[in-house]
Every structure is written in structure tokens, then in C-alpha cells.
């Protein structure tokens, strides 16, 4: 199922509705990695949290969850500061680390983080792109980073990967499908390595333990 190159990878379905598919999906010797969860931008409750405990005996992780400040005005902010809530706390109940998505909201996120995440596991921000200041906050509540091509390509994301440092940082392909991955993931390596000034074959390496780390505690 993975392409040549990709030794791990963990799937994401934070919409109800891809909850099941991905639930049937295939796995390969424990190389397909599942998170389930609900996305902020999606008009979900405390029924909807109730049936996403349905899937998490079976998951590696919760997740995408977090804010969005692109969908505050249609789905309000204490509403998702609610979901997020509701669901570190399966997360704390499960044992498992949650993925976080956040765009614009980085203060509500710090605070919500701070006052709800007591579980054994950490947390990763997807999509990274934060400032080096929000960034180092986040490393010092336990916060992993992971990062595609298509945010690298901004200042503020190469600041938050510098921040994040060697042993905070995993690759993404932020893709809706596997096809393809292998060939984003290798962009994403390459312009890693040039931020941080490493060789392409040490960044993945250390992605990948990174990655071993955050999901098994390896």
C-alpha cells in the first residue's frame, strides 16, 4: 500500500463521515498509523463526541482537533473551544496524542492546551506555521511539529521548524490520498534539510524516530 520510501505513516479522518472508512482501512503491519476526530471546522457536539468513543479503542491517535479562526463568525469560538475540550479528555482517557489543526488562533490554543491537556501522551500541530516565539510556548507544554511543502514555502514556517529542533519535528504530506506521498514527503525532506542545514537522509531518519517517539513513545 505505501509507496517505496515511506516506512510509517498516520492517516487522519476528523470528519464523522470518514470515521468508518477509514476504520475498514487496511493495515500493514502496523505501518498505517489511524487518528480520529473532530475538526474544528465542522458543527459537531457533545453527540458527536459520544460516537467518536466508538473508534478510539482501535486508534493511535485523536485528532485533527483544535481552532480555527476562519470558522469562528459560522461555528463560534466557545463552541470549538468545547469540542477541543471534550475530546483531550478521550485523548487523557485513551492514553493517546492528539493532532492538533490551528489557524489564527494560536493564543486560544496556548490557553486551551494549558488548562486541559493532562494526559500521558503529547501533542502535534499539523501544518506548523507558527511564530518562533508561539513555537517554543508550544515545545515547552510538550508539542511536536510536522511539517509539509506547502507550508514550508512560508517564512514563519522555516522559524517554527528551527524552534521545534531536531527531536521535535516529523514530515507530512497534508494530502487527502497516499497517491503521491512519497514524491511530497521528499519535497518536504529537501526543503527541511535547507532549513535546517542538515543532509536529506539525516532529516528523514530523524522524522521518522521522531515519529516512533510521538505515536509509541519509542
Known sequence: VLESGISKVCLSACFEKDWRCLSRFGVDSGKILKSYGLHPASKAGNSEVERLKNFLPKADAVGEIGFDSRSFSEFGKSSQR????????????FELPIIVHCVGAWGELIEALSENFFGKKGFLIHGAACSADIAARLRKLGGYFSFGERNLRFPKA?????????????????????????????????????????????????????????????
Open 158 to 218: 522555516a522559524n517554527c521548524l528551527r524552534e521545534a529542533g531536531e527531536d521535535r519535528f516529523l514530515l507530512e504530506s497534508d494530502s487527502d490520498s497516499l497517491v503521491g506521498a512519497g514524491a511530497r514527503l521528499d519535497r518536504a525532506a529537501k526543503m527541511s534539510a535547507e532549513i535546517l542545514g542538515l543532509g536529506v537522509d539525516r532529516v528523514a531518519e530523524l522524522s521518522r524516530l521522531n515519529f516512533d517517539r510521538f505515536y509509541h513513545g519509542e
Open 82 to 93: 468545547n469540542l477541543f475540550s471534550l475530546q483531550v479528555e478521550l485523548a487523557s482517557e
